[in-house]
């Protein structure tokens, strides 16, 4: 017996459906453009880039009543256009590490609705295709967490998706949002199980920061921006009810180095420890810890470490992330090369369906751009995997 027509039509529309489902869209390639990197490629290698969000503006020019409508930045919306490809979208972020405001803004009804709509004004004034909220430590754990103690910060666990949603109302649904959230489970005190579908009821989409994952606050040596811990990152949010292809995975474009012990490393430089990196009273950093970006001169009193870094480094197949010890000086480096970068899609990006990626920062890895073409060469394979399907 034949099925009817409308049978048929029924079934061609779920197969279509399924495929459509099972295609996806195209993998976001999203750029942070830093003020103290404000510099793009040639159009050749910035062409798939999908955003790009300018960093940063001041979260507490938000909490005034009076707002000026020359918004300072280091780079006006209009210029950014000019230098990516027509359809870019270009995002404003507000905050930053050690960024203040967004505790004021997030106190009351009436501070949330103030901050709410002055986004918005900024948002007309601009012509910005949308804005990231860069307000990465909430409930604590920032970087005044040692004067503030983190039970001060716990209201802002039920305030911080209280302030999303009022922006998400004053901007309307039209206007891209998203957030910069921490890479590390000890930092994501904000995002339990039952705040983190609030939470993505506001945005477009997660920023993972996975990176900085070994920080001043460890005391063993370990990968600052490797794949495992990478996966775990945005596993975290998932599991806690962030859809897969709402999260996108974070990349560093900096290399990091941390003093260590001697003796007790020689054996394995992983997980040997590094001493005290930070003031336990004030949490200020004692000097054993560094980072520079790739368009950065490397500091003259680690240099000839980081020529052996480079020459002598190595791949951990297990942490996923390419690391050197430097026997001579007792220097842990930490940092992901180009291969890094690529192992990274398959390992986590085309495993657990995310939606895209980011890095910060676009300008950090000139002259060379090494790792944007990494970066973009993993984009463009997940993405034609996507639609083959």
Known sequence: MMAPVWHKSLIVWLLLAVTVALAGSPLRNIMYLT??????????????ITHVVLAFMSPELFNQEEVNSTWPIYMSVEEARTKFKPGTQVMVAIGGWGATGFDVAAETDESRARFARNVATMVKDTGADGVDIDWEYPAGNGDDWKKVPNEEKAWEVAAYPKLLNEIRKAIGPNTLMSAAVP?????MLAFKPETVPAIMESLDFLNVMAY???????????????????????????????APDKVNLGFAFYAKYFRTEHDSCVANPIGCPTGLLEDPDTGADLGRAGSFAWRD???????????????????????GGYYYW????????????????????????????????????????????????????????????????
């Not at 900085?212 to 005391?219: G, I, K, Q, T």
């Not at 192992?343 to 060379?368: H, N, S, T, Y």
């Open 297 to 319: 001169e490397v500091p003259k009193e680690v240099e000839v470490s980081f020529n052996k870094a480079m020459k002598e480094g190595k791949y951990d197949e297990v942490g």
């Open 35 to 48: 003020g103290q990197h404000p510099v793009t490629p040639d159009l050749h290698l910035s062409s798939p």
């Open 183 to 187: 890479g590390l489970p000890r930092d």
């Open 326 to 389: 430097d026997e001579e000086e007792s220097i842990w480096w930490t940092f992901d090369t180009p291969l890094a970068v690529a192992k990274k899609f398959p390992r986590i990006v085309e495993k657990e369906q995310l939606g895209g990626v980011f890095a910060w920062g676009l300008g950090e890895d000139g002259p060379e751009f090494s790792h944007l073409k990494a970066l973009n060469a993993g984009v463009k394979s997940v993405s034609s995997r996507k639609e083959e399907l």
């Open 212 to 242: 900085d994952l070994m920080n001043r606050r460890d005391n063993i040596t370990k990968h600052h921006t490797g794949a495992q811990a990478s996966l775990e990152s945005v596993q975290a949010y998932t599991d806690n009810g962030a």
